[in-house]
Nanobody
Framework: RLVESGGGSVEAGGSLSLTCEAH????????MGWFRQAPGKEREAVAA???????????YYGDSVKGRFTITRDSEGNVVHLEMSPLQPEDTATYYC???????????????????????WGQGTQVTVSS
């Protein structure tokens, strides 16, 4: 079970942080991250992170958030954070925490990821950015 927290409303240029806590499964070796969906649009990959060999954390970002968002993961691997700054009105969406054992490998190999690559989804948390 994936539980998101930290959504809310902010003005353009502001910051928000999202947290996803994973429960009930051995998530430490899985790829975890975030997708988002704005009204009338398809789900879009935001970021993902994987703890690879020798504890090195490998992260991946969607093109629209590179340089603005940062994904991190706690040492035990069950909590993922997404720091978002500066936020823009086009970042307004429902943000979903996602997890899957192999999805980061797919993103690395293909250079992109799709919603179907992640088998586990949270309920979502709303982020609203006003102009």
């Amino acid at each position: 079970r994936l539980v998101e927290s930290g959504g809310g409303s902010v003005e353009a240029g502001g910051s928000l942080s999202l947290t996803c806590e994973a429960h009930g499964y051995e998530w430490a070796s899985s790829c975890m991250g975030w997708f988002r969906q704005a009204p009338g649009k398809e789900r879009e990959a935001v970021a993902a992170i994987y703890k690879g060999y020798e504890g090195v954390k490998e992260s991946y970002y969607g093109d629209s958030v590179k340089g603005r968002f940062t994904i991190t993961r706690d040492s035990e691997g069950n909590v993922v954070h997404l720091e978002m700054s500066p936020l823009q009105p086009e970042d307004t969406a429902t943000y979903y925490c996602v997890a899957d054992p192999t999805a980061c490998g797919v993103w690395y190999a293909q250079g992109f990821t799709r919603p179907a690559d992640f088998r586990h989804w949270g309920q979502g948390t709303q982020v609203t950015v006003s102009s």
